[in-house]
């Protein structure tokens, strides 16, 4: 039994509520609470879902990181956008399959440079990311097509006690990623190649196929991230994924798995993810300039992967 | 000579005979540095509808468009060079720093070519700049709040991507219009990065700890964004400023539709390169024009929301493709 502030995610929450007091402590009306919970939970929820799949890439070990999640994100949502035409009913679930689909087929690109062509991953996925973004500006010249009205009620939606439905979706999908690497086979061989690929190898793990259903995972996930934000945002944009890029790693790194590889933390995704969009709100609130915001967001980053390293070093 | 080369263009224009103008021979190119949002896409759009038909036309021989995949000065400035060594007469330029390009830019002066800047300029001095006043769009926000609300009020201020020129630019003319109209507060700020899904994340983590709400200042593509964390957490809903983005100015007109929503809209059109091109074309003729100009904002009100709904494409921008005589007018300041 190991005491909680030992726990790798644990520093990420504790930082995440920090932030969230500090900048209730400003909001003049009582609702002010509650509206910022809702809108970390509402922008929160896209950064853990890009996070889940970033996370089983990295914990493959040094080197896996997929840096073609924003321009997939991006493909799938105008695709599936472009498909769906704003028409509601059997379309909806066409959109969702062809954003799905695009993340199955980038991922088995990505796997194919690198596993047939021996490219690093980071250069295969950065330099696949141009094709797939390439191909978004081609299918639609970056129109913003509007998502079908229920795809965009239900994701703007607070069905179940006053949470966003994309909270709820998330925190499903989290359980499901949870039950993969601490109960199944699959996400204990991702582990075992990330401590270390030659022992897993030998010991029997399939590491090809395992590798490839990991970036085909990670890939599925920043489709459908790509799906709900374009269906949440009223259409998909070129450079709508953006941000996910860096998102993705820092939700993985301040959410206490291991950028070596080998360790992944399921909880700490959504502390992270939390922490990253209220620490911007509070400095916003603050009235701090963008430049001090960046460098603030930065040491806070730094301050906390070193406490909870620090700690687990102790241990 | 000059007079008679501007004849036979205008004529050219007109007729769409296959007659030589003096420019018939020449090469020009578009340098452009980044192409990944809306706005940039119905910049190129812009240019190929028009250089095509000059082209045709025989105004020009040729006018292609290229564009960096990563957005970097040092990947133009190679660019630039190689436009150099394949001979172009004329290059235009939507430069990705205003300094970083300029000795790529100076090469291309040495060796005889003539180099237009437009919307991201370059400094050089050998360079033309085809300019946007965007200090000027930053106080004209203010002054129109000021003309809507008398008794002032406080305002959110939606900022661009920080560290670009643009951004401080138009920051700047906001706070000329700050100072002139002191009834206006900027209670909070945010960076939306012209993109209405980052601006709709950024609002919604600022306006919990904000007061009432009369009046946002933006710069463009973030306004409907704003709108939708406005309605988000059922604030009343302020004066948005809009960038004439067509996803912003349906939601305005539903909102005039169902509550008389009033608002302006204003930005500076795509189309802007095509009137590069014809500085360029008109350069390259010999004409006498200035190393400054400045552009035309486009600007839609509540009389011209209608008309403006029905010209942009669904979900692109509002723009004008400017034809040669636009460029005359602007050279003739």
Known sequence: ??????????????????????????????????????????????????????????TMGPGNTDLSIPATMTLAATLSLKLMNGAGGVWIIAGLLTALLIGVGVGIVNFALIRLLRIPPIIATLSASFLYQSLAIWSNRGLRIKPPQALADFTTGRAVLGIPNLA?????ITVVFWVILNRARFGRRISAIGQNPRAARLAGVPVASVTAATYVTCAVMAGLTGFLLACFSGGAALNMGAE?????????????????????????????????????????????????????TGVIIIAIVAIASGRKARL | MTRKGLMLTAAVMLAGTAAMADTADKKIALSNNYAGNSWRQAMLESWQRVTEKAVADGVVASADAFTTAENQATEQAAQIQNMILQGYDAIVINAASPTALNGAVKEACDAGITVVSFDGIVTEPCAWRVAVDFKAMGKGE?????????????????????GVSVDDE??????????????????????????????????????????????????GGDGYGAAQAFAAVGRPMPIIVMGNRQDELKWWAEQRDAAQYETMSTSIAPGVSTLAFWVAQQILDGQEVPKDLTVPFLSVTQDTLDQALKDTPEGGVTSVDYTLDDAKKVIGG
């Not at chain 1, 709820?168 to 499903?172: E, Q, R, V």
């Open chain 2, 142 to 162: 203010i002054e129109y709040l000021a003309t809507r609300l008398p008794e002032g009020g406080n305002l959110l201020e939606i900022r661009g991507l920080a």
């Open chain 1, 244 to 296: 996910f890029l860096l998102m993705s790693i820092a939700v993985t790194v301040i959410g206490g798995s291991s950028i070596a590889g080998g360790n992944s933390n399921v909880p700490g995704i959504w502390g992270g993810a939390l922490f990253m969009y209220l620490i911007v709100s509070m400095l916003n609130s603050y009235g701090l300039g963008a430049g001090v915001r960046l460098l603030s």
């Open chain 1, 168 to 172: 709820w979706l998330a925190l499903a």
């Open chain 1, 1 to 58: 039994m190991m005491n909680i502030y030992k726990a790798p995610w644990f520093w990420a929450w504790v930082a995440a509520f920090a932030a969230f007091g500090a900048t209730w402590s400003l909001s003049a009306g009582g609702g002010g609470g509650m509206a910022l919970l809702v809108a970390a939970l509402t922008f929160g929820s896209f950064s853990v879902l890009t996070g889940l799949g970033q996370m089983l890439v990295i």
């Open chain 2, 170 to 219: 138009i920051h700047a003319g906001i706070g000329e219009g700050l100072a002139a109209h002191p009834n206006f507060k900027v209670v909070g700020s945010v960076n939306g990065d012209w993109a209405q899904d980052v601006a709709q994340k950024a609002v919604a983590g600022i306006l919990p700890s904000l007061p009432e709400i009369v009046g946002v200042v933006t710069q």
